[in-house]
């Protein structure tokens, strides 16, 4: 009996301990404040191509007056990591649907466009004017980011300064997510 009592005690404790950890952990990656972790502090000379092959007119996005985030996230339908966080992803960009100050360039990196609307169709997306799907067929722009592995996600600020880096995949139904990007979105209005 008291072997028992011992073993649901170090059970209710290391449950306690895992969780404490955990928490301590995941605010650790959410905080706002922390450094961001990248060489990069603008955004780069960039000139990406849409699905169709045109050429998007970034410089005509970034010189936009209303807008006051842009994020960029490299992902490619070969990497099961990125499979697996776009469909979260898309559902926090819906939060966003209707704002025009937040845009979403969402560039597949040494992919090709065909692999990337045959994926994008298997997610039965509706039309968002928040939502641009760009390709990097030879990683040039990933490059220049500085990204070194899939998926990856740069939030710039409404004068082109990095914000924020978040690397590897996210949670993004995590609702700590909306927080830092309304504390983003407030950093970025004001004159850096």
Request: glycine share 4%.
């Amino acid at each position: 009996m008291i072997y028992r009592l011992i073993a649901i005690s170090l059970i209710i404790i290391g449950t306690f301990a895992y969780g404490l950890y955990s928490k301590k952990s995941l605010e650790g990656q959410l905080d706002v404040k922390n450094q961001v972790n990248s060489v990069l502090t603008k955004f780069p000379q960039a000139s990406f191509e849409n699905l169709d092959g045109t050429t998007f007119a970034i410089d005509q996005l970034l010189s936009d007056k209303s807008l006051e985030l842009t994020v960029v996230h490299f992902w490619g339908t070969w990497c099961a990591p990125c499979e697996a966080e776009l469909p979260d992803l898309l559902t926090f960009i819906k939060r966003f649907e209707g704002k025009n100050g937040v845009k979403f360039l969402l560039v597949a990196t040494n992919d090709e466009a065909l692999k990337v609307k045959k994926h994008l169709k298997t997610l039965a997306l509706a039309e968002s004017s928040s939502i641009y799907w760009l390709l990097d067929q030879k990683n040039i722009h990933r490059d220049a980011f500085g990204t070194t592995r899939v998926p990856e996600t740069y939030v710039f600020s409404s004068d082109k300064t990095l914000l924020r880096k978040f690397m590897g995949p996210q949670e993004w139904n995590n609702p700590m997510f909306f927080q830092i990007f309304s504390e983003l979105t407030q950093i970025s209005t004001r004159k850096l």
